[in-house]
């Protein structure tokens, strides 16, 4: 290549930057895409209704449609009392506008042959045990929340739901009582269809008449308690007012939870994102919306925000980013003690970081946090080429040697670039098993190949007359020489290390323990207390004031929300401090507060069980009672062997509901069917919900409800109603208390029973292997089994994978090498500085007993194409001897290696995604072991196998052919004499 063509190289760089800087400009932030799947959840409502009777009209029905859908991978449901939530998850291959059209269409076709009083079922794009991505607690009417706030936040892009929890609905209450009723024949569904009929949208008709067509209005909508009052209802001939038969009342609806901000009764909004939502954005929209001075006025308080962190997040990777720039620039001055150079090295590294913002801007990629980390651990990369060109300078007597040696050197330059590109290259294939590596592969992929285009093709024209100095690094270089020489004396020794290292690496990775759990990294502490399911809401409150009182006494804690249900309260605690542990301990010494109660709260001590990991594993088959009893034996028979930290049983005691058995020939003989007498049962048990109407432009939930009394005995001297009579309940059937469960899980179709255990984060993969041991030691009937989390096998999949694409690799970058340089052995004793040079990071995981995470073998993916590089240089060195080979190159090797160290340090020990953590501590100890393995023990293996292809392949010898240019840069490069270039 011509170099000395400098305007030419500096117009098209110029362009280049100009051009990659206006793009650049233009790029977006955004967050981890952590969705493997596509997530759907269908919510419905049925008031009145218990889990059993939901479970059957409601939740088998719709999964049976859905089990006929293609790439499903997972569903869950869940019935409660009034509700029905189900769950599915489809592979990330399948489209995502088809099974949203799919799900819908199954969905209102069940709607539609639903009975009447079933709410519109809701579709959202995320999970139902999906966490909120923001919480804000604010104090305004409940208008402004539903008519206002609400609407904005579901516009945004991204957002899945948006729930409002803790206001105080008002509603209209129609009350009616039974006895006075039924002296009228006054069935109660014929109010409820009243209400309906006369609140139906308005119409508008017309009426033609010869040649014209005139239109007119008819006003049919419920506008007031007054209308609402004057609603006639015909018995027969006879027509009567509804306010005679009932009391219309406003009142504030039954409230089924009670939210608390730190003792206080407040409302909050809860937002909810699908699976590949840009949260960035949709925090900025949140707070831009909620600053307005017409909502900034009931202060708004944000109780945590993911979006506003992954942001602050990406701001501590460009900080990192900088620390990393800085660190090249101080470290290769204290190497060359050159200024120049080291603003040269700058420029380039920023350059680099330029051109490749530029191109993903172009390709439309955001910058997000892999994206960063993946730029970051690149800057030693890209520094590499550089070095070696500053090397081939420092030993160049002049320019035009300086130029030809370059030429040289491109072979050796653009091999050691394509064997990292090749180890880069499975990153973009493997977003199934970690959700997001792709922007790390992307982002380490473009600075290789940016970096290597300015170093190699950019930087060579203009570096000679810049860099006039010679620099002198013999008082570095010449103390490890004769280490190294001394050593390499006892070459059959180093040999046998070698290759022992490589085995044993080997070994350490097959044996060494997985993590194939997912962890937790929330900063938010979760836990609940759990009552009687018969004890009442305001009860709770009462018992719960001097507790949360204590509890928001604890040092850095900032925020206490608890949810108050029936039988149970669930806490967010959001903290401040740095150790979660140690905020988790002084929570639970609070316990002994708590009567009647039992706390449920995760495992804290700090130091032998930091970050337990919790597993929910489920008991399937065809009667939920039996799961619920084989999960109590499997509960009892961990805690017996001591193999979880704590063991919670995901279930309540079942609770008391009445429960009614007609007699079918009695209400046939009063002309009711059991739907009848069950839907007149429910009116008079239940508050329920029969309409809604626009008072002042606020909706107002309309309900129908008894004033009769609610006890058992009470109730069965009531009275079933039919058109021209009425009859005791008690005289049409049994009516009795009876207990059934509070809530019924699903899973795949199957009724389950779930409980949860707490493991150690270190030992997980040995204590899930014993659990499942003991598992399997229970004698379960035909159809019962346990499954553990899909996520678990998922994972174990996803090692397999990532071990099959390290050996790939490998293969991969032996057999370039070997078509690179026409010999095996030298290709073989190169490889092997593979997992020779893994040997240092996998003994430091067995001995501090570290579980191999995803980042870690993603780590030695990218290991396995950079660990080799200086081996390549070495062996391709233009010299005979191996202590020559080595006294040419030590200098670049040197400096790359601890560059790429030190990039990869600031990562490990700032960044706060364990992912990066792991990857940087593999790039780190891995780049340091692969430093000794090529400067110690892979030059014993290249003394044979460079000897053994001496005969056919030598450098600067007569039957190399050399050409006259090369025979004068041999003949220079023997020479002591130093370097001068032409002034202009």
């Known amino acids: 290549m011509n170099y000395h063509a400098k305007k030419k190289f500096f117009f098209v760089f110029a362009i280049i930057s100009i051009l990659f800087s206006y793009s650049a400009s233009h790029i977006k932030f955004s967050d981890i895409h952590n969705s493997k799947f596509h997530t759907f959840s269908i919510k419905f409502k049925y008031y009145g209704i218990d889990p059993i009777a939901i479970e059957k009209i409601i939740t088998k029905p719709l999964e049976e449609k859905f089990c006929e859908l293609d790439s499903l991978y997972e569903l869950k449901s869940t019935c409660r009392f009034n509700e029905s939530i189900t769950t599915t998850w489809f592979y990330s291959s399948a489209n995502q506008d088809h099974i949203y059209l799919k799900i819908r269409k199954i969905t209102e076709d069940l709607y539609n042959s639903l009975p009447q009083n079933v709410q519109r079922p809701e579709i959202y794009n995320s999970s139902s045990e999906d966490k909120s991505i923001t919480c804000i607690a604010i104090n305004c009417p409940d208008t402004i929340l539903e008519k206002n706030i609400k609407p904005h936040l579901e516009s945004i892009p991204g957002v899945s739901e948006v729930i409002i929890s803790g206001k105080n609905n008002q509603t209209v209450s129609i009350q009616f009582d039974n006895k006075h009723i039924s002296n009228y024949h006054i069935i109660p569904s014929n109010i409820s269809k009243a209400v309906n009929f006369f609140n139906a949208p308005n119409l508008i008709a017309s009426k033609k008449s010869g040649l014209f067509k005139s239109s007119f209005f008819i006003k049919n909508k419920i506008e007031s308690k007054e209308e609402l009052s004057d609603i006639q209802l015909f018995q027969g001939k006879s027509a009567l007012n509804l306010s005679t038969i009932a009391d219309i009342n406003f009142s504030t609806q039954k409230q089924n939870e009670l939210e608390l901000l730190n003792n206080t009764k407040t409302a909050y909004i809860n937002i909810k994102a699908s699976g590949n939502s840009n949260k960035i954005n949709i925090s900025e929209k949140t707070h831009t919306l909620l600053n307005k001075a017409e909502y900034k006025k009931y202060n708004p308080v944000f109780l945590y925000d993911t979006g506003k962190k992954q942001k602050n997040l990406l701001l501590s990777v460009c900080g990192t980013l900088i620390i990393t720039i800085i660190l090249n620039i101080i470290f290769s001055y204290l190497f060359y003690r050159s200024i120049k150079l080291s603003l040269i090295l700058s420029v380039i590294i920023c350059s680099a970081i330029l051109w490749t913002a530029g191109l993903l801007s172009i390709i439309n990629v955001s910058i997000n946090e892999q994206i960063l980390s993946g730029i970051s651990l690149s800057t030693g990369l890209i520094a590499d080429t550089a070095l070696v060109i500053f090397e081939i300078l420092n030993n160049s007597v002049s320019k035009k040697i300086f130029f030809k040696k370059v030429n040289l050197t491109l072979s050796a330059a653009s091999a050691s670039t394509a064997t990292t590109l090749i180890a880069v290259i499975p990153l973009f294939f493997m977003t199934d098993i970690t959700p ?510 460079y000897y053994s292809v001496l005969k056919h392949e030598v450098y600067y010898t007569a039957e190399s052919k050399q050409t006259s240019d090369q025979k004068d840069i041999h003949r220079q490069m023997s020479r002591k004499t130093p370097r001068t270039f032409p002034r202009k």
């Open 436 to 945: 997001g590596i792709k922007s790390s592969g992307i982002s380490i992929f473009t600075m290789l190949i940016v970096s290597s285009v300015i170093s190699l093709f950019f930087l060579p024209p203009f570096l000679p007359d810049i860099l006039r100095k010679k620099y002198n690094t013999e008082s570095i270089t010449a103390p490890l020489i004769k280490i190294i020489s001394q050593i390499l004396k006892k070459r059959n020794t180093l040999k046998k290390i070698f290759l022992f290292s490589s085995i044993l690496s080997i070994v350490l990775f097959i044996i060494s323990d997985k993590n194939v759990s997912q962890n937790d990294m929330s900063d938010i502490i979760y836990y609940s207390i759990e009552y009687n399911p018969e004890k009442k809401i305001d009860s709770i409150h009462t018992e719960l004031t001097p507790y949360i009182n204590e509890i928001s006494k604890i040092s850095q804690i900032d925020f206490i929300k608890s949810t108050i249900l029936r039988g149970k309260v669930e806490f967010e605690v959001i903290h401040s401090s740095n150790s979660k542990s140690k905020i988790i301990k002084q929570i639970a010494s609070k316990s002994g507060l708590i009567k009647d109660g039992d706390v449920y709260i995760p495992s804290g001590s700090e130091k032998k069980y930091k970050n337990p990991v919790t597993l929910q594993i489920a008991v399937t088959g065809d009667d939920e009672s039996k799961c619920r009893a084989l999960a109590k034996e499997a509960a009892f028979l961990i805690n017996k062997n001591n193999l979880s930290l704590q063991t919670t049983l995901n279930f309540k005691e079942e609770e008391k509901m009445f429960s009614y058995i007609p007699s079918k020939i009695k209400l046939a003989k009063l002309n009711l069917s059991t739907f009848d007498a069950a839907q007149q049962l429910r009116y008079s048990i239940f508050d329920s919900v029969i309409s809604k109407i626009f008072i002042n432009n606020n909706e107002t939930d309309v309900t129908l409800s008894s004033t009769n009394s609610k006890k058992l005995p009470d109730i069965t001297e009531l009275n079933f109603i039919t058109r021209d009579d009425s009859v005791r309940i008690s005289s049409t059937g049994i009516l009795k208390e009876d207990k059934i469960p509070s809530q019924i899980h699903r899973l795949d179709s199957q009724p389950c029973a779930y409980f949860s255990i707490e493991l150690n984060k270190k030992t997980f993969t040995r204590e899930m292997n014993k659990i499942k041991r003991i598992l399997s030691s229970i004698k379960t009937q035909e159809g019962y089994k346990f499954i553990f989390p899909s996520s678990i096998k998922q994972n174990q999949i996803a090692y397999k994978k990532l071990s099959a694409i390290i050996f790939f690799c490998i293969f991969c970058i032996y057999c370039f090498l070997t078509a690179q340089n026409e010999d095996f052995k030298i290709s073989f004793s190169i490889l092997c500085c593979i997992p020779s040079s893994l040997f240092l990071p996998l003994l430091i995981r067995l001995i501090t007993r570290t579980a191999i995470s995803f980042g870690d073998t993603v780590g030695i993916i990218l290991l396995s194409g950079i660990v080799i590089n200086n081996s390549i240089y070495i062996s391709e060195a233009p010299e005979f001897s191996v202590i020559k080979k080595i006294n040419c190159r030590i200098e670049s090797i040197l400096i790359t290696s601890l560059t790429t160290i030190l990039d990869s340090l600031p990562m490990m020990c700032l960044s706060h995604s364990q992912f990066i953590k792991s990857l940087s501590f593999f790039m780190t100890f891995g780049i340091l072991n692969s430093l000794i393995v090529s400067l110690f023990l892979f030059p014993s293996m290249l003394d044979d196998a």
